[in-house]
């Protein structure tokens, strides 16, 4: 297995499209954060005089807010101001201020919005990485080895993986580099306020955006496993590349429209891969939990892992 996958990975480097994706994932950080250095030299520091009263005044006013709309608010619209009022009450409590100037965690935090890039890329690699052996002829010469097919497979779609988790080692690594460069440390440790449960809790800024980075990520890897599935499936990586990138970029949106109106839209791929919504946000739809979510996506992927593998095994390449 371990030779299957570095023969697909050997495959991968020699092309200088690769080497091209790379490239331009360090460009557009490289470009964020020259924008956001350039931002941030035109603004002045946050005053840190009266942070507590400014706080407690919207503490108050949500407070007023819900007592106003009583049983005629929004559960998702509660949980926000919940949220809202207990992060406020914690800070206030606990002497933690929201005046921060900008620094390289922050700069980290705002290039995860790369992460579509990152996706981007991921979709390209796994949309051509069995159909380019159909187009090109090489399958017959991976068959002809007595290797299992399902084998093969596997492999290629760990290649897969790797290359994602490599995207995305580079876009953290190299924000870190670039943002403690431009923005420089913060002078003390400040932690990450996470509300969860109704509960709020400090973690440190390295350790979520990890965990962020990995929750962020999830989207990109289950659009991955789906043009891997069409690649396999359809042998023509323009479809898995067009249906992938087309679903990354709209599925979010059309599956809200839907969850605005209907309960099972609950059900559709789109409203379950962003996992932050259950620690940062609301469930898209109202009754939907962590661990329901996790178990759609596993539904998802194991079906998009069975079509792949079925026809992939059935296909006869003889032709």
């Known amino acids: 297995m371990l030779n299957l996958i570095r023969n697909e990975l050997l495959k991968i480097f020699k092309r200088p499209g690769t080497y091209v994706m790379i490239g331009l994932l360090i460009f557009i950080i490289v470009v964020m954060g020259g924008i956001i250095k350039y931002q941030d030299s035109k603004s002045t520091a946050p005053d840190n005089q009266n942070w507590k009263q400014g706080l407690q005044t919207d503490i108050n006013e949500s407070k007023k807010q819900l007592q106003q709309m009583g049983d005629k608010i929004p559960d998702s619209q509660k949980v926000y101001f919940e949220r809202d009022i207990a992060i406020k009450e914690y800070q206030i409590k606990h002497n933690i201020s929201p005046n921060q100037d900008y620094d390289g965690w922050e700069f980290v935090n705002s290039a995860s919005n ?30 002809i080895r007595p290797i299992a097919r399902s084998r093969l497979l596997v492999a290629k779609y760990l290649t897969v993986l790797i290359f994602a988790l490599l995207m995305l080692v580079i876009l953290f690594a190299f924000s870190s580099i670039l943002g403690f460069i431009l923005f420089g440390t913060p002078e003390t440790a400040i932690p990450y306020l ?24 999830i989207t990109m890897l289950i659009l991955a496993t789906m043009a891997f599935m ?27 429209l839907l969850a605005a109106k209907f309960e099972w839209a609950k059900y559709i791929l789109f409203a379950n891969t962003d996992l932050m919504q259950y620690f940062d946000g609301m469930p898209m739809v109202e009754g939907m939990t962590l661990g329901f979510s996790i178990i759609m996506l596993i539904v998802y992927f194991v079906i998009f892992q069975l079509l792949a593998h079925y026809v992939f095994n059935k296909r006869d390449v003889a032709a």
């Open 194 to 217: 996470k509300y969860y449960d109704g509960k709020v809790t400090e973690q440190s800024m390295f350790f979520h955006l990890i965990n962020y980075y990995g929750l962020q990520s």
């Open 114 to 143: 790369i992460i579509q890039f990152a996706g981007l890329f991921t979709i390209i690699v796994a949309a051509g990485i069995v159909a380019s052996e159909f187009n090109w002829g090489t399958i017959k010469l991976l068959l």
């Open 230 to 256: 069409i690649s396999a499936v359809f042998r023509n990586s323009s479809l898995a590349i067009g249906l992938s990138i087309f679903l990354m970029f709209t599925g979010g949106q059309i599956t809200s």
